[in-house]
């Protein structure tokens, strides 16, 4: 599922008012990169932002570091801090080497990998996090922060400067740059930074073509191309596949540097997490062609051959995951298995499965009841998510602030949104507000606001349509649907289409000044624009009616 917001007013290349003076000065597109930019630490250039209380204040990198005799101690706290307790949470309870073990060994003979771990470390521990829509935040708000973070982002702009300095001189080795470029977008993330994540996880992916043109040559060592392909690749297209839950995003090549495992085994449990990503990947990609495609025909009766026999394709290849999945849940396969399947692992894959699988089968229809077919799927997310939390919880009895892998964050989004069983709805959206508040690039705390807004919306319009408008509705709908009418949001009360926008930023297609105006908010306040199924009861045929609200984010 994903949020409808404007990627290219937000990400690209656009004018930005809270960029740093001297990009203002240079007439550049500035990154905004908080303490300082990349495009000055990059060039060795002072960087200031014009308003403290909008942004952490410049911090010179040596400062507390070399001020202070206790620099080194917390250091070495902060590197303890990361093996001991970040590190494991970071891979969201799964055995993921380049975490729990790549980081630890590189970052004592590399600087600045060592400074983005203790940065991660820190924030980790003392999270600082915007929990603002995602490409949508709110850039008045001040960023306060304490002096254990001020120090955190102080080892993050060291290491950015490190980075940097070396590919000045020409002596940057690529494959570091590469593993930084994953701390760096670990820092962004951590704080709910989504733009500067994404432009980062671009970077990456170009760094990562660039890798593979020098294993070509034969200048990569075996040892780095295995860690390439074993641990990097696959960490950046496990991001690849959250970044799609940001509508707008393309995750780029990254899934065509995967080598696809075409047999119908899995010897590993990696196996079976790397097939799960890719095939979640073009589920999504898919959905969004879907949504398109009936847009454009109106109907599901006019629905493309080639778009049914897609769909078909995709649901063979996630009946075939299952398949291969049970036998290596069985042992079958598990000879070669490198990490055991945990009390964490398996629910993760289930939910996964799960969710895709409801995806696709509802993806080519244009009315919302057809999720009431998939109430199974939906409590089997219910039900391992509650498994994989409990597995998660820290000592304080907590979870983690943030897991830079996805997390059980997007199906139990998928199943607050649209499920409409009264009891497993509510329980999917006490467990999104339970769950990491940052899950990669996907932010829980204002999906849990908008699932709750939607389900409020709906139950009204169930109120307000009537016991006597529902069977009318229910005989309207044809097909054969095995559901309970007492569960039921009728069809015309659940919002099909959303999307959420700021005014002073752009507006959606159909949506025009006229249509928030009446509201009489300002141009920074967040508006919902969204569609509901209406059926005329004389021409037998369902219409979409569209309507845009105040959305009231500050709420969270």
Same mark, same amino acid.
């Given at each position: 599922?994903?949020?409808? +917001?404007? +990627?290219?007013?937000?990400?690209?290349?656009?004018?930005?008012?809270?960029?740093?003076?001297?990009?203002?000065?240079?007439?550049?597109?500035?990154?905004?990169?908080?303490?300082?930019?990349?495009?000055?630490?990059?060039?060795?250039?002072?960087?200031?932002?014009?308003?403290?209380?909008?942004?952490?204040?410049?911090?010179?990198?040596?400062?507390? *570091?070399?001020?202070?005799?206790?620099?080194?101690?917390?250091?070495?706290?902060?590197?303890?801090?990361?093996?001991?307790?970040?590190?494991?949470?970071?891979?969201?309870?799964?055995?993921?080497?380049?975490?729990?073990?790549?980081?630890?060994?590189?970052?004592?003979?590399?600087?600045? +990998?060592?400074?983005?771990?203790?940065?991660?470390?820190?924030?980790?521990?003392?999270?600082?996090?915007?929990?603002?829509?995602?490409?949508?935040?709110?850039?008045?708000?001040?960023?306060?922060?304490?002096?254990?973070?001020?120090?955190?982002?102080?080892?993050?702009?060291?290491?950015?400067?490190?980075?940097?300095?070396?590919?000045?001189?020409?002596?940057?080795?690529?494959?570091?740059?590469?593993?930084?470029?994953?701390?760096?977008?670990?820092?962004?993330?951590?704080?709910?930074?989504?733009?500067?994540?994404?432009?980062?996880?671009?970077?990456?992916?170009?760094?990562?073509?660039?890798?593979?043109?020098?294993?070509?040559?034969?200048?990569?060592?075996?040892?780095?191309?295995?860690?390439?392909?074993?641990?990097?690749? $696959?960490? #950046?297209?496990?991001?690849?596949?959250?970044? =799609?839950?940001?509508?707008?995003?393309?995750?780029?090549?990254?899934?065509?540097?995967?080598?696809?495992?075409?047999?119908?085994?899995?010897?590993?449990?990696?196996?079976?997490?790397?097939?799960?990503?890719?095939?979640?990947?073009? +589920?999504?990609? #898919?959905?969004?062609?879907?949504?398109?495609?009936?847009?454009?025909?109106?109907?599901?009766?006019?629905?493309?051959?080639?778009?049914?026999?897609?769909?078909?394709?995709?649901?063979?290849?996630?009946?075939?995951?299952?398949?291969?999945?049970?036998?290596?849940?069985?042992?079958?396969?598990?000879?070669?298995?490198?990490?055991?399947?945990?009390?964490?692992?398996?629910? =993760? *894959?289930?939910?996964?499965?799960?969710?895709?699988?409801?995806?696709?089968?509802?993806?080519?229809?244009?009315?919302?009841?057809?999720?009431?077919?998939?109430?199974?799927?939906?409590?089997?997310?219910?039900?391992?998510?509650?498994?994989?939390?409990?597995?998660?919880?820290?000592?304080?009895?907590?979870?983690?602030?943030?897991?830079?892998?996805?997390?059980?964050?997007?199906?139990?989004?998928?199943?607050?949104?649209?499920?409409?069983?009264?009891?497993?709805?509510?329980?999917?959206?006490?467990? *999104?507000?339970?769950?990491?508040?940052?899950?990669?690039?996907?932010?829980?705390?204002?999906?849990?606001?908008?699932?709750?807004?939607?389900?409020? *919306?709906?139950?009204?319009?169930?109120?307000?349509?009537?016991?006597?408008?529902?069977?009318?509705?229910?005989?309207?709908?044809?097909?054969?649907?095995?559901?309970? $009418?007492?569960?039921?949001?009728?069809?015309?009360?659940?919002?099909?289409?959303?999307?959420?926008?700021?005014?002073?930023?752009?507006?959606?297609?159909?949506?025009?000044?006229?249509?928030?105006?009446?509201?009489?908010?300002?141009?920074?306040?967040?508006?919902?624009?969204?569609?509901?199924?209406?059926?005329?009861?004389?021409?037998?045929?369902?219409?979409?009616? #569209?309507?845009?609200?105040?959305?009231?984010?500050?709420?969270?």
């Amino acid at each position: 599922m994903s949020v409808d +917001v404007p +990627v290219s007013r937000r990400v690209g290349a656009t004018k930005s008012r809270s960029g740093c003076k001297t990009c203002k000065i240079r007439k550049v597109k500035c990154g905004e990169e908080k303490p300082s930019c990349f495009r000055c630490t990059s060039t060795g250039r002072k960087c200031e932002f014009e308003d403290a209380r909008r942004s952490p204040p410049t911090l010179d990198p040596t400062l507390l *570091l070399s001020s202070s005799p206790d620099a080194g101690r917390r250091e070495r706290r902060a590197f303890e801090y990361y093996f001991q307790n970040a590190a494991q949470h970071l891979a969201g309870g799964m055995e993921i080497d380049f975490w729990t073990k790549v980081i630890p060994q590189i970052c004592r003979s590399e600087p600045a +990998v060592w400074d983005g771990m203790i940065a991660i470390s820190t924030l980790f521990e003392y999270p600082n996090q915007s929990l603002d829509f995602p490409l949508l935040r709110d850039r008045r708000k001040s960023n306060s922060l304490n002096q254990i973070q001020r120090e955190a982002l102080t080892w993050y702009s060291r290491s950015i400067s490190s980075v940097h300095s070396q590919i000045e001189r020409g002596i940057a080795d690529p494959y570091i740059a590469l593993i930084s470029c994953a701390l760096f977008i670990c820092v962004e993330t951590i704080q709910g930074r989504t733009e500067e994540a994404l432009q980062l996880f671009r970077q990456g992916v170009t760094l990562i073509g660039d890798l593979r043109a020098h294993i070509t040559l034969g200048h990569v060592s075996r040892s780095r191309q295995s860690l390439l392909k074993t641990a990097i690749i $696959p960490l #950046f297209s496990r991001l690849g596949s959250i970044s =799609l839950t940001v509508s707008g995003t393309n995750p780029g090549q990254i899934f065509g540097f995967l080598e696809n495992n075409p047999s119908a085994e899995f010897t590993s449990i990696e196996d079976a997490r790397s097939s799960i990503t890719v095939i979640s990947a073009d +589920v999504l990609l #898919f959905e969004r062609e879907a949504y398109l495609h009936l847009r454009e025909i109106g109907a599901y009766c006019f629905v493309s051959s080639d778009m049914l026999n897609r769909r078909e394709i995709l649901q063979l290849r996630v009946a075939e995951w299952y398949m291969a999945y049970t036998k290596l849940r069985r042992g079958d396969n598990r000879q070669q298995c490198t990490h055991p399947i945990t009390v964490q692992h398996e629910p =993760l *894959l289930i939910i996964y499965h799960a969710a895709i699988s409801i995806i696709l089968s509802v993806c080519l229809t244009p009315l919302e009841i057809v999720y009431d077919d998939h109430l199974a799927e939906f409590a089997t997310i219910v039900e391992q998510a509650q498994l994989s939390l409990a597995a998660s919880v820290m000592p304080d009895g907590s979870q983690p602030p943030f897991t830079f892998e996805a997390g059980v964050g997007v199906p139990l989004f998928l199943t607050a949104l649209k499920c409409r069983d009264w009891g497993l709805r509510r329980k999917a959206l006490e467990l *999104l507000k339970k769950a990491p508040r940052m899950q990669g690039l996907f932010k829980c705390a204002p999906s849990a606001f908008m699932a709750e807004a939607f389900m409020n *919306l709906e139950e009204s319009y169930s109120l307000a349509l009537g016991d006597s408008t529902l069977g009318a509705l229910l005989s309207g709908l044809g097909g054969d649907h095995q559901v309970d $009418p007492q569960i039921l949001v009728p069809e015309e009360a659940r919002i099909y289409y959303y999307c959420i926008f700021r005014p002073g930023e752009w507006y959606p297609p159909g949506v025009s000044e006229e249509d928030v105006v009446k509201f009489g908010c300002s141009l920074d306040q967040l508006y919902l624009h969204f569609s509901r199924n209406e059926f005329d009861l004389e021409a037998k045929i369902w219409r979409q009616n #569209f309507e845009c609200i105040p959305f009231g984010a500050d709420l969270m």
